[in-house]
C-alpha cells in the first residue's frame, strides 16, 4: 500500500513529480513517469563525471595534471561567443578563488560534485566534451537524458540546446556505479566506479534525499535546483537491507530557495525528503532481483 499512498499523495501536488525506486539489477519497485523528461539542473554532473573517469582510464586525460581555472567557454551553438559563468549563481568559493591559477582535474571534478560549482563543471566539460558525456549515459543504459551545453551558455540555451534527464535514466546511471563497483561493466572499471562513488558519498548539499534518511546513512547522490526544479538521485547502502537507488525529479510549483540552494528547507526539498524517508522504511520489503 506504501506505493499507493505515495503516489495518492504526489496526484497532489502542483506540477510533475517523477520518481525510480528499487534494488540494483532488479526491476524496479515503484516507479511514477519515470521517462517524463525534466531540465537536469545539476544532476548532469554525475554524467561528467563518468566522461572524465573514463577518459583517464583511457589516458586522454590525466585527473592529477594541474590545468589552469578559467572562467571562459566555447558556446555549444557554432558562431556564439565564448561565455563566462557567474559567481554570484554558484555554489562554491574555493574554485573560483583559482581563478588564474591551476588546479587538477580530479579536484574540481569533487568540487563539481561536493559543492555542485558550476564553474568546475565547465573546465571539466569543456576537457571531456561533449560527446563524451552523451558515450557516459548511453553507456549507463540512459534513453532520454541529454547534456547538449554547459551551464549559464545563454545562448545555446536560447536556440533551444538544453540538459535533459529522466528519474529512470539517472536511476540506471547511479545504479551502474554502484554495481560497477563490484564487477567489470559497461562505465568504468572497478576502482573508477568506487573513486566515483567516494566523490558522491562526500555530497555536502544533503537537504533533499539524505534528509529523509537516519543520521550516518551512506549515500552516493547528485541533486540539482534551479527555480521550479528540484531533483535528488542517489544510491542508499542500509546496513541492513540491499543497496537500492532512489531518484526523484520534480517541476513544480513548489516553493523554492532560489538560484543557490544555498541551506534551503524549501517544500520541493522537504517532499523528496518525504519520499525518501518512506522509501527507507519499506526497504526490506523492495523487489530482488529480475
Not at 590525466?62 to 567557454?73: Q, S, Y
Amino acid at each position: 500500500m506504501i506505493w499507493d499512498d505515495l503516489d495518492a499523495h504526489l496526484d497532489k501536488v502542483p506540477g510533475t513529480v517523477s520518481a525510480y525506486v528499487g534494488r540494483l539489477d532488479a526491476r524496479p519497485t515503484w516507479t511514477r513517469q519515470p521517462d517524463a523528461t525534466h531540465y537536469a539542473a545539476s544532476t548532469m554532473k554525475a554524467a561528467v563525471l563518468v566522461a572524465l573517469h573514463r577518459a583517464a582510464e583511457a589516458g586522454t586525460l590525466g585527473l592529477d595534471a594541474p590545468i589552469p581555472v578559467r572562467n571562459a567557454f566555447d558556446s555549444a551553438l557554432p558562431g556564439a561567443p565564448r561565455f563566462s559563468c557567474t559567481r554570484d549563481y554558484d555554489n562554491d568559493d574555493a574554485v573560483w578563488d583559482r581563478v588564474g591559477g591551476t588546479a587538477p582535474l580530479r579536484w574540481l571534478a569533487e568540487r563539481m560534485i561536493v559543492r555542485s560549482s558550476n564553474l568546475a563543471t565547465n573546465i571539466v566539460l569543456g576537457h571531456v566534451g561533449l560527446p563524451a558525456v552523451a558515450q557516459a549515459w548511453a553507456l549507463g543504459g540512459a534513453r532520454h537524458s541529454v547534456t547538449g551545453r554547459g551551464i549559464e551558455d545563454f545562448a545555446a540555451r536560447e536556440a533551444g540546446i538544453t540538459n535533459l534527464v529522466t528519474a529512470a535514466d539517472l536511476a540506471a546511471l547511479l545504479g551502474g556505479l554502484a554495481a560497477g563497483v563490484d564487477r567489470p561493466g559497461p562505465l568504468a572499471a572497478p576502482a573508477s566506479c568506487a573513486a566515483m562513488l567516494d566523490v558522491l558519498f562526500a555530497q555536502e548539499h544533503r537537504e533533499d534525499l539524505a534528509a529523509g534518511l537516519p543520521e550516518g546513512t551512506r549515500i552516493a547522490h547528485k541533486n540539482g535546483w534551479v527555480r521550479g526544479i528540484r531533483h535528488g538521485a542517489g544510491v542508499v547502502f542500509p546496513t541492513d537491507a540491499p543497496p537500492y537507488a532512489i531518484v526523484v525529479c520534480t517541476t513544480t510549483d513548489l516553493a523554492d530557495g532560489g538560484p543557490t540552494g544555498e541551506g534551503v528547507e524549501d517544500d520541493a526539498c522537504r517532499l523528496i525528503a518525504d519520499i525518501s524517508a518512506r522509501v527507507w522504511d519499506a526497504r526490506h520489503t523492495l523487489a530482488g532481483a529480475a
